[in-house]
């Protein structure tokens, strides 16, 4: 069991920011910007390598939550950045599927 299935199952603490019933989006313990909030589908899928055709609707509906996290975080004038890491050589720590919603400063190009 991962530590955000813990988070999605109320385990252990998270400064949540958003929660439904398809998703839930809480504050980076380790934050790489002045914003910077968590979305992870409550369905557990290790990566964007393992997405299949099924989820579509679901991923749709995340990147729409992110848009809608970053307006209420009041990103959406300067801009924000959405990452999604995959698997180990890309950056990502946790099997499980997340979007990082980062703002509140100048990013670079190219990331890493």
């Known amino acids: 069991?991962?530590?955000f299935k813990k988070i999605i199952d109320k385990?252990?603490?998270a400064d949540?920011?958003?929660e439904d019933d398809l998703c839930l989006a809480f504050n980076?313990?380790?934050p790489q910007a002045p914003t910077h909030v968590l979305l992870i589908p409550?369905?557990?899928i290790a990566s964007m390598a393992e997405v299949e055709k099924a989820e579509q609707d679901l991923l749709g509906f995340l990147m729409v939550k992110a848009a809608e996290?970053?307006?209420a975080?009041?990103?959406s004038e300067d801009g924000y950045r959405l990452?999604?890491?995959t698997r180990e050589n890309a950056g990502q720590e946790v099997p499980h599927l997340h979007i990082h919603i980062l703002g509140g400063r100048k990013f670079s190009w190219p990331p890493g």
């Open 11 to 13: 385990e252990i603490p």
């Open 1 to 3: 069991m991962t530590i």
């Open 16 to 18: 949540i920011v958003y």
């Open 83 to 85: 990452v999604v890491n």
């Open 28 to 30: 980076d313990i380790n």
């Open 69 to 71: 996290i970053a307006k």
């Open 73 to 75: 975080a009041g990103l």
């Open 42 to 44: 409550k369905k557990v």
